[in-house]
C-alpha cells in the first residue's frame, strides 16, 4: 500500500494533557504537509488551529474525553462550541457506566444528541473496547448504527488497553451498512496501520505515523 493512500486514512492525533498550542500547530502543519485525513486536537485549540490552516485541514476534536461520564448536556454544549469554532469532525466517549448497567437506550439517545450538535460534521462514537465484553460491544454497535453517527471508533487511547483485530472483525460483523469504522488505540507501526487499514477501517487515529514511515 503506497504511503500517500495510508496517510489517508489517518487522523493525525495529539491528544496529551500537557499538549501546547506550538505542539499542537506542528501537527497540524503536519497533517496539511503530509494530506492526513484529519489532525485530532484538544478542543481548547480547535479555533487558533481552524483560523490558521481554514480549509486546508480537516480538525477533529473530541467530546466528553477520555472517561464519557460527562453529562449529555454537557457534551452537547461542547459540542455545539466546537463546531462553531470551527472542527469538521468529533469523536464522543460514550458513558461506559450506561453500557455497563445495560443502559443501551440511553447510550442511543445521548448519541443521538450530539449527532444533532454535530449540525452535519462528522460524529465518531468512541466505546473503548477494553472495558467491554462481546454482549456490550456487540450492543453497542446497534446503538452507533441507530444514533446515525458515521464512525464506530475502537479507543480512547488513555484505556488499558487500544484497538484489536478482534474488535474490528466484531465491528464489522455487528454496525449497519452506513456505518465505518475508526481504529485507535496503540497503533504505533506500519505493520499495524497498514493491518487495520486492509481490514477495513477507513480511519486509524495515529500519532506516530511519521515515524512509522520515515524511511519513505
Request: aromatic share 6%.
Amino acid at each position: 500500500m503506497d504511503k500517500q493512500t495510508v496517510f489517508s486514512h489517518i487522523d493525525h492525533t495529539i491528544l496529551k494533557a500537557d499538549a501546547t498550542w506550538a505542539q499542537v500547530d506542528k501537527v497540524c502543519q503536519e497533517a496539511v504537509d503530509n494530506g492526513f485525513a484529519s489532525a485530532c486536537i484538544p478542543p481548547r485549540f480547535v479555533k487558533r488551529a481552524k483560523e490558521k490552516y481554514g480549509n486546508r485541514l480537516a480538525v477533529c476534536t473530541v467530546i466528553g474525553f477520555p472517561l464519557g461520564y460527562n453529562t449529555t448536556r454537557v457534551k452537547v454544549f461542547e459540542t455545539q462550541q466546537a463546531v462553531l469554532e470551527g472542527a469538521d469532525e468529533v469523536d464522543m466517549v460514550i458513558h461506559i457506566g450506561d453500557a455497563k448497567a445495560g443502559d443501551f437506550d440511553r447510550i442511543t439517545e445521548e448519541i443521538r444528541e450530539i449527532k444533532a450538535a454535530c449540525n452535519g460534521k462528522i460524529l465518531k462514537v468512541i466505546i473503548e473496547t477494553c472495558l467491554l465484553g462481546e454482549d456490550e460491544k456487540e450492543a453497542l454497535c446497534r446503538c452507533v448504527t441507530e444514533a446515525g453517527a458515521e464512525y464506530i471508533k475502537t479507543s480512547t487511547g488513555f484505556g488499558t488497553k487500544g484497538a484489536t483485530p478482534e474488535d474490528i472483525e466484531l465491528f464489522k460483523a455487528h454496525i449497519g451498512p452506513e456505518v465505518k469504522i475508526k481504529a485507535a488505540g496503540g497503533i504505533r507501526t506500519r505493520e499495524a496501520i497498514e493491518g487495520y487499514i486492509n481490514q477495513g477501517c477507513a480511519r486509524v487515529g495515529a500519532s506516530a505515523a511519521l515515524t512509522a514511515y520515515a524511511d519513505q
